[in-house]
């Protein structure tokens, strides 16, 4: 039996902005074998399939979806500010909606 619960294990606070990680996580999240196509191709084949594939490959999405709005200087370092604030007010909102979609029901 498996209990899932969306949220961060422990809170990460924004040392310094490191443009390197940031490329690494994205390359990670959506590069060619990253978690986002390994993501949708499950979502696309979960039809053929029984249980709970699709939730099992959205949780590791979760992860650095809510931590990029919360460092987002690394994401986007010399972004004008007024557009950063837009992405991240959008990112935001996205992930409450995320959120409240995905919230754990027991069964």
Not at 17 to 32: K, R, S, T, Y
Request: proline share 7%; aromatic share 8%; net charge negative.
């Amino acid at each position: 039996m498996f209990f899932h619960v969306q949220r961060l294990i422990t809170d990460i606070e924004q040392d310094e902005p490191d443009p390197a990680a940031a490329n690494a996580l994205q390359e990670g999240l959506g590069g060619q074998f990253g978690e986002m196509r390994t993501m949708m191709q499950h979502l696309f084949q979960a039809m053929n399939f029984r249980g709970d594939l699709s939730a099992n490959e959205q949780a590791p999405e979760g992860v650095p979806s809510t931590i990029a709005p919360k460092r987002f200087e690394e994401f986007s370092p010399g972004l004008d500010p007024e557009l950063r604030k837009l992405i991240q007010t959008t990112a935001e909102m996205e992930l409450d909606e995320i959120t409240s979609f995905y919230r754990p029901t027991a069964k």
